[in-house]
Each structure stands twice: as C-alpha cells, then as structure tokens.
C-alpha cells in the first residue's frame, strides 16, 4: 500500500497538475493568444518547478529532501513570477495574466505568508481544476475528487495533516478569485 500512495505522490505532483491544466486550456482554444504563449506557461509552471528533482541530487539522504522541497518551492515561485512578467510584457490576454498570478499567490501564500505548513500537493490539484472550471466549464470540478488519494496518501505517508490537506486545497481558490477581481480592475 505504501508503494502505491508513494507513486500518488509522484504523479501528483504541482508541476504535472499544472502541466496538464495549461495543456487542456491551450486544447479547449481561446486561453492562450498562441503557442509561444502556451510554451511559456510550460516552462515556468512545470519545467523551472521540476528542476529541483535533478539539482536536488547533489545532496545525499535525508539532507536531499528537505533540499529538494526547499529549491521546489523558491524554482516554482521564480518561474511564476517568470510567467507573470512575460504575460504582463506580451500583454497576453487577462486569463493568462489571472493564471499566473493565481500560481504566484498562491505559492507566496502557502510558502512564505502563513505560519502553518500548507500541502503543496492539494494545492497543485485544487488550483488547476478550479482554473479549469472557471475558464472552460464548470464539470471540471469533478477534478477535485483528485483530492481524495492525493490525501489518503499524503496522510498515510505522515507528510500531512488533514488541516494542512484542507489549507492546501482552499488557498488557490481563493488566490484564483483574488486573482480574477485583480485582473479585471486593469
């Protein structure tokens, strides 16, 4: 059992979410200006993010995961604030500005402003599937059922609490609705 919730972990991972979240966007048509618009949300929502696994290997055991969570949290925050810039510079259109600014609150959030450990992990699935049903349709909320072996492994493997689950799970909702009322003031 505790191979299969370590595979939910891996799989489950925020930059895979957001991968395939900017994929279905890009799919549905309309979300991004072009394709350099949509390679650039690849790159600075899952490529920059993922770059932690490999630069992680440069320590050694135990040293290597907090590491590795560490340089994940400050590589997908960077890459953000990457995606946001370019938007912002190629005046993209306003969905892709609230996408970006979406993931950066919320990675701010969750890392840096609340005092008490967030999931990284419901967060990378929550987040994609509510900007799923905001800009394509509201079915895919069916999406966060997603949350449930994301939890069950998260709490079976002792990485979260269920408060930290939930936490997790409601930030980038909120920071998606900050996001658009934001985006829609310019």
Known sequence: ????????????????????????????????????????????????????????????????????????????????????????????ADGERVLYLTYLLSGVASSFLLKKKSSGHACGIAGPVALLAYYVHPLYLLGLLLLLPVGYASLKMKRHTLPQLISGAVIPIVCLILSAAICSLS
């Open 1 to 92: 059992m505790m191979k299969l919730c370590k595979i939910i972990r891996i799989i489950t991972v925020a930059p895979l979410a957001a991968a395939l979240a900017v994929t279905l966007l890009f799919l549905h048509g309309g979300f991004f200006a072009n394709g350099a618009n949509f390679a650039a949300a690849i790159i600075s929502l899952t490529v920059f993010p993922l770059l932690a696994y490999p630069v992680s290997l440069i320590k050694k055991g135990d040293e290597r995961r907090r590491f590795q969570r560490s340089l994940a949290i400050v590589l997908a925050v960077a890459g953000y604030i990457g995606g946001l810039l370019f938007s912002l510079a190629a005046n993209a």
